[in-house]
């Protein structure tokens, strides 16, 4: 068995980046090729990321030998499409849900990935986390029709702002490429060490401002 997974990463939304993040920490995963529809973005995490490659689509991404898994976090419309075609190539795949835009697309596949016998996954990352535990508790008993209104505490969900994690940046300090946009992500670490996600707010002439805040934090 290999050391090391190399990870494909289709996507690089805000899903992607969090699972991107989460792969870096892992000691037997190294993320190896990226692809995503926004060229700048797919640009802006590759210059991020040591050791991550841009594939120039889809199909070079799954194909490439340094891809050991494909993970798919674009849009839903494409998910089945990317994942057939992992399997057809003998990948193994790690989707985010939902596998399809409906029941028959997702049972399809499902079907597929089973016959095939290769390892294959639905990633929901908030099934279980605790405010999905709040609202399926709110929930039991109801009967379609009941309303309930569920308060979560931020610190139960995506936790409080934390003002520390708004920074400025030298712009010297980053890539000239691709020129850094509001919204744009990059990938850093916390204060403590763990990888952390920044999403550019403001860009100025001599700094750009990074909040490391979930987006909806607080």
């Given at each position: 068995?290999?050391?090391?997974?190399?990870?494909?990463?289709?996507?690089?939304?805000?899903?992607?980046?969090?699972?991107?993040?989460?792969?870096?920490?892992?000691p037997?995963?190294?993320?190896?090729?990226?692809?995503?529809?926004?060229?700048?973005?797919?640009?802006?995490?590759?210059?991020?990321?040591?050791g991550?490659?841009?594939?120039?689509?889809?199909?070079?991404?799954?194909?490439?030998?340094?891809?050991?898994?494909?993970?798919?976090?674009?849009?839903?419309?494409?998910?089945?499409?990317?994942?057939?075609?992992?399997?057809?190539f003998?990948?193994?795949?790690?989707?985010?849900?939902?596998?399809?835009?409906?029941?028959?697309?997702?049972?399809?596949?499902?079907?597929?990935?089973?016959?095939?016998?290769?390892?294959?996954?639905?990633?929901?990352?908030?099934?279980?986390?605790?405010?999905?535990?709040?609202?399926?508790?709110?929930?039991?008993?109801m009967?379609?029709?009941?309303?309930?209104?569920?308060?979560?505490?931020?610190?139960?969900?995506?936790?409080?702002?934390?003002?520390?994690?708004?920074?400025?940046?030298?712009?010297?300090?980053?890539?000239?490429?691709?020129?850094?946009?509001?919204?744009?992500?990059?990938?850093?670490?916390?204060?403590?060490?763990?990888?952390?996600?920044?999403?550019?707010?403001?860009?100025?002439?001599?700094?750009?401002?990074?909040?490391?805040?979930?987006?909806?934090?607080?």
């Amino acid at each position: 068995m290999a050391e090391h997974h190399g990870i494909g990463f289709i996507g690089l939304g805000s899903i992607g980046q969090r699972m991107l993040a989460q792969a870096w920490s892992h000691p037997r995963v190294q993320p190896t090729v990226a692809w995503d529809l926004a060229a700048e973005r797919l640009a802006q995490t590759v210059a991020n990321s040591v050791g991550l490659r841009a594939a120039a689509d889809v199909n070079s991404l799954i194909n490439d030998d340094a891809v050991d898994v494909v993970y798919i976090a674009s849009p839903p419309l494409t998910h089945a499409a990317h994942a057939n075609a992992a399997l057809e190539f003998g990948k193994p795949v790690l989707c985010e849900k939902p596998l399809g835009i409906d029941i028959a697309t997702s049972e399809a596949l499902a079907a597929r990935a089973t016959a095939s016998g290769i390892a294959h996954g639905v990633n929901f990352i908030f099934a279980s986390a605790h405010p999905t535990t709040q609202i399926e508790q709110a929930l039991t008993g109801m009967e379609v029709g009941d309303e309930e209104t569920v308060e979560i505490a931020s610190d139960s969900a995506f936790g409080p702002r934390r003002d520390e994690l708004v920074i400025d940046i030298p712009r010297e300090n980053l890539p000239p490429e691709p020129a850094p946009q509001p919204g744009m992500a990059m990938q850093a670490q916390s204060p403590d060490g763990q990888p952390l996600t920044l999403y550019i707010v403001e860009v100025g002439e001599q700094t750009v401002k990074a909040d490391g805040n979930h987006p909806l934090a607080g």
